[in-house]
């Protein structure tokens, strides 16, 4: 009898008479992992649960307080006081979604309806109207749902000790999900704040698999001044392992592109042979087009649907709803869909481009068909060579179970600058006491006393070297050593921005009618239209009126920009632009990247791959060679009258594009006359006038230099300086920190007119105090976000001495796919393929002939 | 020196048959006059916006006057003219900080200033040096803050803060901008903190033929001039 079993044994004497003839009523079993959750809260003791989707987490994770709520244990806790009408909040539970909170509540009410419980339960989101949150505070429910946003409004107001001394416990769902982000260092700063006014706390997490579940249980616990602390570890049984397969296609494999185009007949027949199946993509353009082109062929009228992020809530709502009723056969969906309660009955999900990361494939997986003895069933589709190698490595992944999430963050400042603004709204605060409090949130551990103090500094005068503020301050030390706002519209403000998620960004899309050709600086607009969803306001900022490109599952054509909404017709063109923007795309997971690189040097291998992807390769380690694991290939050759550098690092194409930004530089230096560059998630391709390879091969250009990590140096600050991506990232943590608001009170101006540009700051910034917390704050993003500088970082030094130079005369096979690349973001749809075939036609003749 | 200078980074522009230099720093200057011509400088526009609790950095006014310092080194002006919004508010120069009044006054030093009235600062500007004018007329030029569709051929205004947008193949370029023709011209504004206005917008149609301006767009090493129908809207 295994421990767990054992402890199965042990527990079901224990669950109340009721609740077990109510799981009995239902058919059910109380799992070894729920009885295990409500021993962990019996012995007061904090817990990690760690389970595959349809394994019954929630119910888990609620098991104990609904216990503790029914009978005698409740008794003790929270007796009326005269001035609270009721017990008491209980338990607060917090997910990442407005949506889930919501669909949460509505599924625990009916446990607690039909076991009777004396249980009020409610939600708290941005939604609920002002009297029932005042009502919420001066009598709690038993069990509050919410989103870290409210708990961090939550704690910034005068209430906060009494709202939560009588707090049991706190559950946070989709933990995995959270703690990447800078909403978990937001929710790691509000758990240190409860644990610090509810004596009797303890925590439970809920979360699919990850690769160090101990970062998790940390992140559960306050953190001693030294050493560590864990929640303890509750793994649910896993489900049958998943089967995933690749499609194995009939049609050529295309060279390059992430259209998937050529499988869509088969994509269309695995939903017509499955009861509902999910098709997820990368990103959203990828959706909006696999959706149309499925329609296309929809000859059975099959109801397919879209899901993104982009579309408008009550949209996604509506597709959830009829997905929940098993009222649709497929639905096309972005990582929108990688969160969320569990929907209907899905006995499919097709993967259709990169897996990207192996735990991020066995999530979206395991949303098959959730009773846990059957397999869940996956399906990938790479849509080109390169992805072939890449679906391999996943599906060796998934076999051995290999997690690769990334490791729990050190939290931001700006997330802190944020945090401390909002405690100074509540209660006033010792810096000394506050600095002890922040450093038991698992992220702000490592936290100096020294970034604390710039983080104060920064809230209450800006944290500049030149005082010149201290009358304007937001926030002041009174004679008892506490800070508090200065003034009571400091606290509106911080309420009106709390919240790390940048949405200033996007711009609404508004159908309209067109005004025809000529369009373009906001005239009167003839009739304002429904809103068809949110854009980044990048994207936008590349169009030009008359511009087409495919939203909300049609072709839109761009008319103007009219204050903070983007305006679009509809339009008759059968070529929309590609639409460039890319919302959602993840870099390839450093683990799966290694593992390509794996398949790629042993040829022996090659045997389970696709018979045209093992000729490309032959033909490569004829022509060219086969990299070795950890080196790194360098290939240079003439090409299109043009002398070309073509290099495998395999690191993501945003690392890449940093490396291309870098390497641009240091050949300009080297009078080498580089012209352009071009990255995917494998490879960096430059061309320029110089004569590269033959400078390599005369021994006057050092491929050892040129790759060398001191361009992490000066070239890169000198490129940050310029760099778009820097400016935006600069700007996410101005707005977090509070430096930029986004709303005003009593003012809705447009952001335009009362906003300074960040980007103007940032360059005077840079300029006067370039080691200010803010410029520190960005930095760090820029080491794991935009840029992706630190996986850069660790590729420079893992190639070190390890680059193998071939000079070849012509395009290898393996460069192929990255110069299909050049062009593609300016070229248009239907011509745009027409176009890479030929060019493609072209350059395989010339690798391949 | 100075015509090396301008070889790299400036561009020659005529209006009302003034021959003019704009310079690569956002200033303009006319050598017949030897007078140099900037536009909303909207110095302490930091300390304004922090005021109104956004503690935005206090360096936008130093930032600002290094450009003027760099114009009035390269040309050696006998005088400059500020196309008003010189400050961010009425109070601005009553908040200027000890390095940066010291700063402007060392600038202002042995050459004839005219502070033009702008919008954000309509009355004459007390605590620094300098005249105090609604507008002047010097030649063939009339300067002024805010452009008119109606004003005088020969109008230097600022006020509108032009940037333009140009397409090249597979991007565009954003940048602050002399938007003219041979009747006028709208200048750049010179502040550190001092946004854009895209010169496709309603406000310049009003006062430029569409098919006939030119802009001068800043670029990173020179200044640009680029025909008015490259330039896109935002």
Not at chain 1, 74 to 100: C, M, N, V
Request: with cysteine; proline share 5%.
């Amino acid at each position: 009898m295994s421990l767990l079993d054992r402890l199965d044994a042990d527990q079901r004497a224990e669950l109340p008479q009721r609740f077990a003839r109510w799981f009995a009523s239902r058919g059910w079993h109380p799992r070894a992992h729920q009885l295990e959750l409500l021993a962990r809260a019996r012995q007061g003791r904090s817990a990690l649960l760690i389970a595959p989707t349809g394994a019954g987490k929630t119910l888990a994770g609620f098991l104990p307080t609904l216990v503790e709520l029914s009978g005698p244990h409740a008794a003790g806790r929270g007796s009326p006081r005269a001035d609270r009408p009721g017990r008491g909040l209980h338990t607060l539970y917090i997910s990442p979604l407005k949506a889930l909170a919501v669909d949460i509540a509505r599924n625990l009410e009916r446990p607690v309806a039909e076991i009777g419980l004396p249980v009020r339960l409610e939600t708290r989101t941005g939604d609920t109207p002002v009297s029932k949150r005042q009502r919420q505070r001066r009598n709690p429910p038993d069990i509050l749902l919410t989103t870290p946003e409210q708990l961090a409004l939550l704690i910034a107001s005068a209430d906060a000790p009494y709202l939560f001394n009588t707090l049991r416990r706190v559950v946070l769902d989709e933990l995995h999900s959270l703690v990447t982000s800078k909403r978990g260092d937001l929710l790691a700063l509000g758990l240190a704040r409860l644990f610090a006014l509810a004596p009797a706390l303890t925590s439970v997490g809920l979360s699919a698999t990850v690769a160090e579940p101990d970062d998790l249980c940390r992140f559960l616990v306050p953190q001693p001044p030294s050493g560590s602390a864990h929640a303890d570890l509750v793994m649910a049984q896993g489900g049958a392992q998943p089967i995933v397969t690749m499609l194995d296609t009939r049609e050529r494999l295309p060279w390059a592109g992430h259209s998937a185009r050529h499988a869509l007949p088969e994509i269309y027949d695995l939903i017509r042979r499955h009861r509902t199946t999910l098709v997820f993509v990368n990103t959203r353009s990828q959706a909006e087009m696999l959706f149309q082109e499925l329609w296309r062929i929809n000859d059975d009228g099959l109801a397919i649907a879209l899901h993104h992020g982009s579309l408008d809530v009550a949209q996604r709502r509506k597709v959830e709803g009829a997905m929940a009723e098993g009222r649709l056969r497929a639905v096309v969906c972005t990582s929108s869909l990688d969160l969320g309660v569990d929907w209907g009955d899905i006995d499919l999900v097709v993967n259709v481009g990169a897996p990207k990361g192996s735990s991020r494939l066995m999530q979206r997986i395991g949303r098959a068909n959730h009773r846990l003895e059957e397999p869940s069933r996956g399906v990938l589709v790479p849509s080109n060579r390169f992805e072939v190698l890449e679906c391999r490595a996943a599906i060796e992944a998934v076999a051995d179970n290999a997690q690769d999430t990334p490791p729990l963050r050190a939290g931001a400042l700006d997330v802190l600058a944020q945090h401390v603004l909002g405690r100074a709204c509540g209660e006033p605060f010792l810096a000394a006491d506050l600095f002890a409090e922040v450093r038991s949130a698992a992220p702000y551990a490592g936290l100096t006393r020294s970034d604390f103090d710039a983080a104060v500094d920064f809230v209450a005068t800006g944290g500049y070297a030149l005082k010149s503020y201290e009358r304007f301050a937001k926030i002041r030390q009174g004679d008892d050593g506490r800070w508090r706002v200065a003034h009571p519209r400091v606290a509106q403000s911080y309420r009106m921005n709390v919240g790390t998620i940048v949405e200033a960004d996007m711009l609404k899309v508004r159908l309209v009618r067109s005004r025809g050709p000529g369009a373009g600086y906001a005239g009167a607009v003839a009739r304002r239209g429904r809103v068809l969803g949110q854009v980044e306001e990048y994207f936008i900022e590349t169009l030009v009126p008359g511009d087409t490109f495919v939203f909300a599952g049609e072709i839109v054509r761009y008319e103007a920009l009219v204050e903070d909404e983007a305006y679009v017709s509809r339009t008759t063109a059968a070529d929309p632009k590609i639409p460039a923007y890319e919302g959602g795309k993840f870099p390839l997971s450093t683990y799966l990247a290694d593992r390509v690189r794996a398949i790629l040097a042993d040829s022996s291998s090659w045997g389970l791959l696709p018979e045209q992807v093992r000729e490309w390769l032959e033909i490569q380690r004829w022509r060219s060679l086969a990299p070795a694991r950890r080196d790194l290939l360098v290939e240079t050759f003439p090409h299109a009258g043009r002398h070309h550098l073509v290099c495998y690092p395999f690191e993501g194409r945003l690392a890449h594009q940093t490396l291309g930004m870098l390497l641009t530089r240091r050949l300009e230096r080297a009078r080498l006359r580089p012209q352009g560059f071009v990255a995917n998630e494998y490879a960096l391709a430059l061309w320029g006038l110089g004569d590269i390879g033959l400078r390599i091969e005369r021994g006057e250009l050092s491929l050892a230099a040129l790759f060398d990590r001191d361009m992490l140096g000066d070239d890169l600050d000198a490129w940050l300086a310029e760099s778009a991506l820097m400016k935006r990232t600069f700007r996410n943590c101005a707005i977090v920190a509070g430096l930029i608001e986004r709303r005003y009170p009593g003012k809705e101006k447009s952001r335009r007119e009362v906003t300074v540009s960040t980007d103007l700051v940032y360059d005077v910034l840079r300029r006067y105090q370039p080691d200010h917390m803010l410029l520190r704050a960005a930095a760090a993003d820029a080491a794991t976000g935009l840029l992706d500088i630190r996986r850069l970082g660790d590729m420079l030094s893992r190639i070190a001495g390890r680059i193998v130079h071939k000079a070849l005369d012509r395009v290898s096979p393996l460069a192929v796919p990255v110069l299909l690349e050049i062009g593609r973001e300016t070229v248009h749809g239907e011509a745009a393929d027409a176009l890479l075939a030929a060019a493609a036609a072209d350059l395989v003749r010339e690798a391949m002939g | 020196m100075i015509a090396a200078r301008r070889l790299q980074s400036c561009e020659e522009i005529e209006v009302a048959g003034a021959a003019l230099v704009a310079d690569i720093a956002g200033g303009l200057y006319w050598p017949q006059e030897r007078l140099l011509v900037v536009a909303d400088l909207h110095l302490e526009k930091g300390s304004s916006f922090a005021g109104r609790g956004s503690l935005l950095p206090p360096y936008d006014t130093a930032a600002t006057l290094a450009r003027l310092h760099r114009l009035i080194e390269t040309y050696a002006p006998t005088g400059v003219i500020a196309l008003g919004d010189s400050f961010h508010d009425r109070r601005g120069a009553g908040r200027l900080g000890d390095r940066d009044r010291t700063y402007l006054s060392a600038l202002q030093r042995g050459r004839d200033w005219i502070w033009i009235a702008g919008n954000h600062d309509p009355a004459p500007i007390g605590g620094v040096a300098g005249t105090a004018a609604a507008a002047l007329a010097i030649g063939p030029l009339a300067f002024r803050h805010r452009p008119e569709p109606d004003g005088p051929e020969g109008e230097i205004a600022g006020h509108l803060h032009p940037v333009a947008r140009v397409g090249l193949s597979g991007g565009s370029v954003r940048g602050r901008c002399f938007v003219h023709d041979a009747r006028r011209m709208v200048m750049p504004a010179l502040g550190a903190y001092a946004g854009g206005l895209n010169v496709r917008d309603r406000a310049f149609a009003r006062l430029f033929d569409q098919r006939a301006f030119s802009v001068h767009v800043i670029g990173q090493s020179r200044v640009y001039r680029i025909d008015g129908g490259y330039c896109l809207p935002d």
